[in-house]
């Protein structure tokens, strides 16, 4: 089952323009990640924010968490044709005795030179 | 790029046949959870396994099935192939099974004709 969904599904934007996306999340969570994956193959991490933390900061990227609303976003800024490439929102579950990652449906960016 | 490989990296089988896909996790890692990701879709948790025991599993039927060896290589087995298993099918390791800590390797796309 899917847990998060993101929003847009698809984004077109020019080199330099910022992409925001946004996820949303069903059950409550300790934490939430973002990755990247490139023309269909394996997963990059990007970055994890944890329940108690509303903002982070990596390099060209911000996201937020919004508890009470059960939502993120990922926001890119300057962006880069090399930017191009699928985004997913994970959230963990217990399942048995694991942990594992529960990804929602994704989102394509296309940033054009 | 992680130090998580795959292989074979493409594979095309018949229907009702048996494939074995092998992921060789980053060094130091105890754990491989592997992932399916239907075309489209984000991944989505096949099992995991921790020092050679299966540890926790998704919503897959027991025709999906997985070892783990002593290096924590680690190997899956679908029997019985159907169109519907046509994916990419992604491992991660991670040392221990805390989710934020997994590596996703390159992926193996399995086509079912």
């Known amino acids: 089952s899917q847990q998060g969904e993101e929003d847009p599904q698809a984004l077109s934007i020019q080199e330099g323009e910022n992409a925001t996306m946004n996820c949303s999340y069903k059950t409550s969570i300790n934490n939430l990640q973002w990755y990247r994956q490139n023309s269909g193959r394996g997963l990059v991490h990007l970055i994890l924010i944890r329940s108690n933390e509303r903002e982070k900061h990596s390099g060209r990227l911000r996201v937020t968490l919004d508890t009470s609303k059960k939502s993120s976003s990922l926001l890119i800024t300057a962006s880069r044709a090399a930017d191009t490439a699928s985004y997913f929102c994970?959230?963990?579950?217990?399942?048995?005795?694991?942990?594992?990652?529960?990804f929602g449906k994704g989102m394509k960016l296309t940033v054009n030179p | 790029e992680t130090g998580v490989t795959q292989s074979p990296t493409h594979l095309i089988k018949t229907r009702g046949q048996q494939v074995t896909l092998r992921c060789s996790s980053q060094s130091g890692h105890n754990t491989v959870s592997w992932y399916q990701q239907a075309l489209g879709q984000g991944p989505q948790f096949i099992f995991q396994?921790?020092?050679?025991?299966?540890?926790g599993r998704g919503n897959f039927p027991p025709r999906f099935s997985g070892l783990q060896f002593p290096n924590y290589s680690s190997e899956l087995n679908v029997n019985a192939l159907e169109l519907d298993d046509s994916a990419l099918y992604l491992c991660?390791?991670?040392?221990?099974?805390?989710?934020?800590?997994?590596?996703f390797g390159p992926g193996t796309r399995l086509t079912v004709t």
């Open positions: 991660a390791s991670s040392w221990g099974f805390a989710s934020y800590e997994q590596y």
């Open positions: 994970a959230t963990p579950r217990t399942q048995g005795g694991s942990e594992k990652l529960v």
């Open positions: 396994y921790y020092r050679e025991e299966e540890n």
